[in-house]
């Protein structure tokens, strides 16, 4: 190769380098880290993309200089030279690629061994799934649809589901663990930096897939020493909104006063309506019976999707007052 | 059977049945009164068992449509004339001297029964799988428009998951997978110096199972209670309790499976058996190469994806409990088995691409393929390291943890092979002397759009960063990176490439390279956003999403709208030359391979003297170098199993 060839095919990677590098850099491609697991996360990505601009720069500055530089005209009909290969440059590009990959795994297992690390004493936290909502479980027995967490402690999340895999993640703190039924897996945290962050579930689950949210706040040890005394429903208000938040009502439904968006089941806004056209008993009794026996009595254009569990999950005396909550209307 | 005579019966019309003849002859008469008697077997057989048995209720419908789905592609496979010449075989009546009355296309009727030419298969599967990539096309244009805005607007939960799930099922199994097997199909036979297939036979069968395949699933989608939704991986538990439109999507990727297993075995056997003279593996094409492997993978790997639908089919009709946790099932047994498959199909639906690059570029450049027999090789090494990776699809499904490391390591080094087939291509291009045709720009484009697709692939393969981006739109971005950025790429390189050899007819060249331009741009308007949106948190598989990515999914929409309308003017191009395009000469992009040394189209049985291969198929350059030589003395020629 002549000297000058060599010149612009190292120009057409630097440049293309550089524009990898700025696309890289100028667009927040990652959540802002609230955690230590998340922290080590970005570091490998970032150590990953680093390898992989150089990789592509190199690709693109060949690509492009033969585009530049071998193409044919249009009545030229001659073949190019006959090479066949050439044994070290194979060598070296067999021989490169492991090496990087072999430093990503490496980098990469060391990671993954560190964010396992729970510590000697972590805050242990139950993590229920179910269609469609969380349910989170102190060690003090406090139950509750989402999660609060003291800033820099290491929490080891027990995930389970109870019916169909669902997937646990918050962006922010970039740990994320499925939740299969019938099996306990578990998942370590350590929120660092304080604020709130979406839990998403990330694993298709059902019709309120798209809405099984909840969030975490991350709060000062102080906070959350007072915050995890508190009665669930103390802190909640209304005691049928704790019950309509734990069991997944909002992936489904549409209700005011619980803030809650869903499309996939009738709006529990006009309940009264709905449960004149049924004509299946008092609002009450029809609002119960469509919850423990779902089956029993489908409203027109509406899908059966309704799990079929929470005659059983839902405790009677929570039940009540899930009943009466959701009797008392929209205007509360 | 005299030559004279031979050749008189290849090119004689079959004499068209009469009278009642018309409805026992295979064909569509045939169809219209066979496939309801077996429908109707498949409705009698269950009522009248569950009647006898005393089960209530007698209608079941998760099982009728179970048995339905096997009995009625059976009842049209029968009267299409698909087991014909074996219920003579096995019945013990003597079986009609072969009159090849059913192989090669003398009209546009002869693409639409059974037909035993392997380029008229090749041209059926081409076609039928281009209707099933745009059908999946317009369900993703469909599910992209609720996507637009976060909410709901045209469609709910159930008809969205079922889209999502068809569009995914259908352009996998109806398109990337069988339009691989079509180009091959085509080309193989012709490529190795053989007449046709090993088995011409099963080869049609094959083809026609892919139809039934793809209309199993778009009934499927409309099916009363809602159609499958449970994504096209399918998980259980959440799949065993889909609404009855689920059973359609576990049969109809059995069917499609069924088709690929046989497709894939008949290739086996043809690139083992029907080389021609000199043909040795050293010298085989790297499209053939390519396609021997891919096979391999097939037969080995798609019985596992046979065996996962099973199992959730079992659980569903037959109350077994393989996945049902309640039951003492193991859930992530499922995707341990579905991976087995599912990671292998990744490179089913990738090695024959890069086949089809290394002979576009080489051919393009003027150059032979650098590093030839390591080109061949990495294929192997891909092929075999693909069965040691399935279960990074499963870093966070909780797993064993000890799992996951080695998994990573073998999916790192999967790089190692892939690296080397861009580089060597980088290679070949090197000092060429570059002709920007389409099918050239396409093998570019793929070229480059792979590479952003496996370096995000190294990203997956890290597990740290795997866990924070799996099931988010990153793994969108990433699968369609190498599966539109890849595979599809390839299929239009290849079909552009062809196309002349194909028809006899040549595509208009500005008309390429306009698809070829709008589709590069669209396609990266519409995928690469993905990345981020993934990263930043929107998980995939929701109809709706946090306000926060609502512009961004509006620009996303809007991009792949027009890379949608970009198909219009491949389909254009492609209708308007096969019928008024300039008459293609035997050999107009002057490859050395065999396909292009005999006429376009091909004659109907390919080759009249057979070939006697007597150097590399990639010696540009090397002045007087063959890769073949006809009218060399030979014995017999080497005819397919079964047609003498």
Redesign the interface.
Known sequence: MRRGSIIQLTAIGLVAGAICTAVALAIPWLPVSAGEEAHRIHFVYWFVTVICICVFSVVVAVLVYSVWKFRAGPDDDSDGPPTHGNTQLEIVWTAIPAVLVTAISIVSAIVLAQNGHAGTNPLIVKVDARQFAWNFTYPNGKSVGYLTLPAGRHVKLDITSEDVIHSFWVPQLSQKQDAVPGQHNSLVITPTRKGTYPVICTELCGLGHALMRSHVDVVSPARYAAWVKQSASASTGAPGLAVFSGAGCAGCHTFKPANATGKVGPDLDNLAQLAKQANRGSLEAFIKESIVTPKAYIAPGFPDAMPPGFGTSIPPDKLQQLVQYLAKGPSQ | MTDAAHAHDLHAAPSPPTGWHRLTAPGWLRVLWVTPIFFGIGLGLPVLLRWAAGWDPIWKGSVLVTVELVTTPIGFLVGIGGFDYWAYYASGRPTREEDHSGHGARSWRDYFRINTDHKVIGVQYLVTTIFFFCVGGLLAMLFRAELAQP??QFF???TY?VLVSNHAALMIFLFVIPAFAGLGNYVIPLMIGASDMAFPRLNALSFWLLPLAGMILIVGMVTP??GP???WTC?A??CS?Q?LGQVFFNMGVQWAGASSIMTALNFLVTIITMRAPGMTFWRLPLLVWANFTTSLLVVIATPFIAGSQFFVMFDRVLHMNFFE??GG????GYQHIFWFYSHPAVYIMMLPGFGIISEVIAVM????V?????MALSLMAILVLGFSVWAHHMF???MA?WL??PM??TS??I??PT??K???W??T????????STPMLFA?GF??MF??GG?SG??L?????D??A???YFIVAHIHYVLFGGSVFTIFAGIYYWFPKMTGRMYNEKLGQLHFWLTFIGFNLTFFPM??IG???M????????HRFADINLFISIASFGLGASTLVFLYNMAYSWAHGPAAEGNPW?ALTLEWQVSSPPPIFNFDEVPQVVGHPY????PG?QHAIFGAPHPTPVQPVGTD
């Open positions: 909410g709901d709910n939960p159930q998951n209670g809602g939704s449970a994504g998980y538990p959440l309790h609404p946790p309640a099932g193991y859930v992530l450049s003027r150059k032979p650098f590093g030839y027999r390591l966070v499904a909780g943890g996951r490391v990573m390591v790192m080094v790089a190692v690296g080397i861009i580089f060597s980088l290679a291009m090197w000092n060429g002397r570059l002709r920007f570019l070229l480059s590479v952003i370096l190294i990203y393969a890290s597990v740290p960063i866990i924070h799996s099931d988010t990345h981020y990263l930043q948190g998980p995939r598989r929701v109809a709706d999403y946090a002057r010696e540009y350059g090397v170098a």
